[in-house]
């Protein structure tokens, strides 16, 4: 089993920044890769950011050189890093971790809101 903290998410004014931490425990050396999803309310979940185990990252197109997903692999870690905020970013914001083995399984955290006031 895996375990995911989400933690970070507030209030701010649009231009600012916040900066998402997921913190990962259990069976991690069973996970292939991680990400960030959020979901506002009345709409889909969707994929913000994503990295692999090996690194490679990809993002939403509507996050793309405003939002910066990282790791550390020693603290077992997760960053979203969130600027220039907008509020159409406003929503709950929840860490994926994604274990490929013979089956696929994904692991949620709880959730962190970030509201962005205009």
């Known amino acids: 089993q895996v375990q995911l903290v989400e933690s970070g998410g507030g209030l701010v004014q649009a231009g600012g920044s916040l900066r998402l931490s997921c913190a990962a425990s259990?069976?991690?050396?069973?996970?292939?890769?991680m990400g960030w999803y959020r979901q506002a309310p009345g709409k889909q979940r969707e994929l913000v950011a994503a990295i692999t185990s090996g690194g490679s990252t990809n993002y939403a197109d509507s996050v793309k050189g405003r939002f910066t997903i990282s790791r550390d692999n020693a603290k077992n870690t997760v960053y979203l890093q969130m600027n220039s905020l907008k509020p159409e970013d406003t929503a709950v914001y929840y860490c994926n971790a994604r274990q490929q083995l013979v089956l696929e399984y994904d692991y949620w955290g709880q959730g962190t809101q970030v509201t962005v006031s205009s």
């Open positions: 259990g069976s991690i050396f069973s996970i292939n890769a």
